[in-house]
């Protein structure tokens, strides 16, 4: 079992920046699928930024050049720079790890962008 502690996640303004953060509970295989999705409300769950295969990196078009994922693996921990918000980027952010054929997800944590 592996449980995903986010943070990090709060209110913005529009043009503005959050770092979040992805703690897993225990070790985790560096080269597993682990990332980072979100869903709005009344939306489906969306990808945004995602580690496959330990080193390749996919990113939503909506994020692209904006967000940055990055991984400390002696800590177990992913991130997610989100930088340029906009109101569109509202949604509560979901972790996410993929051992086998099992998806661990995290809680969830609100970022609202509005002024």
């Known amino acids: 079992q592996v449980q995903l502690v986010e943070s990090g996640g709060g209110l913005v303004q529009p043009g503005g920046s959050l770092r979040l953060s992805c703690a897993a509970s225990?070790?985790?295989?560096?080269?597993?699928?682990m990332g980072w999705y979100r869903q709005a409300p009344g939306k489906q769950r969306e990808l945004v930024a995602i580690?496959?295969?330990?080193?390749?990196?996919n990113y939503a078009d909506s994020v692209k050049g904006r967000f940055t994922i990055s991984r400390d693996n002696a800590k177990n921990t992913v991130y997610l720079q989100m930088s340029s918000l906009k109101p569109e980027d509202t949604a509560v952010y979901y972790c996410?790890?993929?051992?086998?054929?099992?998806?661990?997800w995290g809680q969830g944590t609100q970022v609202t962008v509005s002024s």
């Open positions: 225990r070790s985790v295989f560096s080269s597993n699928t």
């Open positions: 996410k790890y993929v051992a086998g054929n099992t998806d661990y």
């Open positions: 580690f496959t295969r330990g080193i390749y990196t």
